[in-house]
């Protein structure tokens, strides 16, 4: 089945700077793969979504990039507030259709 | 309804005995998934509806695990002979994808179990 790993696991950054998260997959099949924020005590809802034929997507302060050969997708924050301090889980859609997530990352953002 | 209703929102229970959690799906939305959080963890996949069949239950950790939709709607994964570790919150989603698409996943508020 397909494994998904996330790093890092905390990620503090100041206002204003970028954070960026990274996610591996192992099941070359997988074709979709998004990105969900957590705050704290609320369920986890999609913020961004990429799909394999695509190599990066962006939305306002968002970007996902994915590269397919090495097998790893990456979330990008520009401008960070101190609104975006969330727990953020990547995913992939495997090839048995279940969508499997990563151990989420902690990212505080300071002012 | 407007978004994924589960219940209870809190559950505390003694070891050994059963629980039911229940989870109603948004109307129209044929895929059910079933998620596991513990305290500070991931997303700990337990298993999938597509309409009323779970083509695979492979996640559900133990046999003391079940789950069931009827309708096409509503689900209900019942964890019988409760251990501590259980202890988590159970979190349902449903898409309006069948599984195996692409397609967002609308979460519900989750069941907070807690194992005395």
């Known amino acids: 089945g397909e494994n998904v790993e996330q790093h890092p696991s905390t990620l503090s950054v100041q206002e204003g700077d970028s954070a960026v998260i990274k996610c591996t997959y192992s099941d070359s099949a997988s074709n979709y793969f998004p990105w969900y924020k957590q705050e704290l005590g609320k369920r986890p809802q999609l913020i961004i979504d990429i799909r394999s034929n695509v190599g990066e997507k962006k939305d306002q302060r968002i970007a996902v990039t994915l590269n397919k050969t090495a097998k790893h997708f990456s979330l990008h924050i520009t401008e960070t507030q101190p609104e975006d301090s969330a727990v953020y889980f990547c995913?992939?859609?495997?090839?048995?259709?279940?969508?499997?997530f990563g151990a989420g990352t902690q990212v505080v953002v300071t002012p | 309804g407007a978004g994924v209703s589960q219940s209870p929102s809190n559950k505390v229970t003694e070891k050994g005995k059963d629980v039911e959690l229940r989870c109603d799906p948004i109307s129209g939305h044929t895929a059910l998934y079933w998620y596991r959080q513990s305290l500070g963890q991931g997303l700990e996949f337990l298993i999938y509806?597509?309409?009323?069949?779970?083509?695979?239950k492979s996640g559900l950790p133990s046999d003391r695990f079940s789950a069931e939709r009827t309708g096409g709607s509503v689900s209900t994964l019942t964890i019988q002979r409760t251990q501590q570790e259980d202890s988590a919150v159970y979190l349902c989603?449903?898409?309006?994808?069948?599984?195996?698409?692409?397609?967002?996943?609308?979460f519900g508020e989750g069941s907070r179990l807690t194992v005395l």
């Open positions: 995913a992939a859609l495997d090839s048995w259709g279940k969508l499997q």
């Open positions: 509806f597509q309409g009323n069949s779970a083509p695979d």
């Open positions: 989603a449903s898409s309006l994808e069948p599984t195996g698409s692409a397609g967002e996943l609308f």
